[in-house]
C-alpha cells in the first residue's frame, strides 16, 4: 500500500510540473535561435581571377577591394538592379564593403537591401536623355589611384565634357589616346593601356592594346562581343552591362566598353 502511495504523489508532482515546463520552453529557444550571419561564397570566377567589389551596384562603380575564389563574405541582400541581381557584402579580409554581382555568390540571400542603402548608379536615365549629368566612371578610382575622390557634388558639366566621359572605355588621356584598363600579370593591378580600335564592319572591330612595358595584344570582336586575340593562349570573357571583360591566358585581363568596340 506504501508502494503504491509514493507512486500516485510522484505522479502528481509530474503533471503539475510539465505546464511550468512547457510555459518556459518558448523563452528558451529564441536564445538558440538568433539569426547567424548569412554567408556566401565567391565561385564562378575564371582561374586567377578576382572578384570586384564596387561602392555600388554598378560594373562602373569604383572598386573598394578584390576577393578570390573560395572567399567567405557576409551577405547583407540581394536586389535587381537594372535587371542584374546584385548583392550587398562584407568582407574581412581585406576589409570592405561593397556591391558584387549575385551569380559569383553561393547561396544567395533571400532579403533585400533597404531602398535608402542602395547607391544605384546616377547614369541610370536613358542615354541622351535629358536631367542630371550621368554620374561618369572614375578612371583614376577604377584603376587603383586613391588619390582625389569623386566630389559628392559636382557642377554640369558641359555637352562637350559629357560626351568625353560618357563611356568608361572612352577615357582619353591629355595628348588624346585612347586607353582601357589592363594587367599583364598575375597580381597586378589594372593599369590604363594604349589602344586603337580597327572597325572592319557595324559589328566587327579589332582593338590593339599595347604594354607600358612594351608589346601588344590585337582583341578580335565580331557581333558586338570579344571573339579571339593574337594570342595562343586560352580566351575567354565575361560581361556587366556593357562591360566586356576579357581574360586571356591565366594573367591577363582587359576591360573594353561597347562603345570602344562599336563606336557611338
Known sequence: MMR????LRQSLHALIAAPLLMAAWPAVVPAHA???PFISVVTGLAPDDLLNVRAKPSPIGKTEARLAAGASVRNLGCNDIDGHPWCK???DNPKATGWTPARYLVPLNPATVPDQAVDTPAAAPAEGGTGATPDAPDLTARLGSTTQPASPETKPKSAAEI???DAYGLALAANGTLQIPCARYVGQPMAPCAANVT???TDKADV???WPDGGRRVISFDAGLPASSDAGSDFRFTREGKLNMIRIGVSERFEIMDTVVLGD
Open 208 to 210: 590593339t592594346v599595347t
Open 34 to 36: 538568433e539569426e547567424a
Open 89 to 91: 557584402i562584407e568582407s
Open 163 to 165: 560626351a568625353m566621359q
Open 4 to 7: 503504491r502511495t509514493i507512486t
Open 199 to 201: 572597325r572592319k564592319d
